[in-house]
């Protein structure tokens, strides 16, 4: 088996190689100035070639993973499996007016020719209930990082009211809640745009009380720099956040700030200074799970 990675600042490739105990390379990309891309992989590739990326900004990405597996194929490997722990395109998942393309739907077949596996976390998965309905590939692996944020905040010193932003959440806050001992409640958020949220929280005692903020993704950190400034109205002493998938764009970090968070944590699925946990030997779990063709 070879780990093959990209010269982004994810370092998954080599420590998943690691973990595995495998060859690992990264690709060569030269970017041309019209916006092309060349790649070189090493001259000899095995039969089994895991390509690891994380797609958060991902349209240049995909082009290269096309080019990347193509090339693989073509060079003799017969097993693509895709470890891809930011999984783009997946919030669109229905057409909301007419003419609106289902980009998770369109992905999803995408990425299921590209690669035989495709291994992920916390996919932004609302309308289906598992991810081989949306990549119909031979393994299709979501993982969740939620266990690893529950035995990270059970290494915390505190005992925090942990609090999901909105409906979709409850799925990672009551796991993580379950794994740390700890409590929990959900929000309600309504959205009126890219950056504009509504957030109500539930009946219960924030008064003085130390809560973390968790869920998967914050991507402009509106959700949860609201649900913040609610949680401190509401009498909270302290806020943090933790976070599968820190995209964290533009202005996000002072927002939160502004908000009154104190601390933000993450995984590592996308590098970030926030990263507090690593998320490659669940994914080197996932890839011997999904075992070698024979
Ligand atoms: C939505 O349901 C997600 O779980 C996140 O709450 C949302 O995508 C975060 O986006 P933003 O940081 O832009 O508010």
């Known amino acids: 088996m070879l780990v093959l990675d990209f010269p982004d600042p994810e370092q998954h490739g080599r420590a998943l190689s690691e973990e595995l105990d495998s060859h690992h390379a990264t690709i060569d990309v030269h970017h041309f100035p019209d916006g092309e891309s060349r790649l070189r992989l090493p001259e000899n590739v095995p039969e089994h070639v895991v390509l690891c990326r994380s797609l958060h900004q991902p349209n240049q990405k995909l082009v290269e993973l096309l080019l990347a597996a193509d090339a693989a194929r073509e060079m003799g490997a017969r ?19 007419p003419g609106e393309v289902v980009s998770q739907r369109l992905m999803g077949r995408f990425l299921a020719r590209l690669a035989d596996t495709l291994i992920t976390v916390d996919p932004h998965l609302h309308r289906v209930s598992a991810l081989s309905e949306v990549i119909p590939n031979e393994h299709a692996v979501a993982l969740s990082a939620a266990p690893a944020m529950g035995e990270f905040l059970a290494r915390h010193p505190s005992e925090p009211l942990l609090v999901g932003p909105d409906h979709e959440s409850q799925q990672w ?43 998967d993704l914050a991507s402009t950190g509106r959700t ?34 502004q908000a009154g968070v104190k601390e933000v944590w993450s995984s590592d699925s996308v590098a970030h200074p926030t990263n507090a946990f690593a998320l490659a030997p669940f994914l080197a779990d996932a890839i011997r799970y999904c075992g070698e063709r024979p």
């Open 224 to 257: 949860l720099a609201v649900a913040s400034t609610a949680l401190h109205d509401a009498g909270a002493e302290r806020v943090d956040v933790l976070v599968s998938h820190p995209l964290f764009f533009d202005d996000a970090m002072d927002t939160l700030a």
């Open 79 to 97: 097993q693509i499996t895709l470890v891809a722990p930011y999984l783009c395109y997946m919030r669109q998942d229905a057409a909301f007016r």
């Open 173 to 215: 806050v009551s796991t993580a809640a379950e794994v740390a001992g700890l409590e929990y409640v959900v929000a309600a958020k309504t959205r009126h745009g890219d950056r504009t949220v509504d957030i109500s929280l539930p009946e219960a005692e924030y008064k003085n009380r130390h809560v973390v903020l968790v869920d």
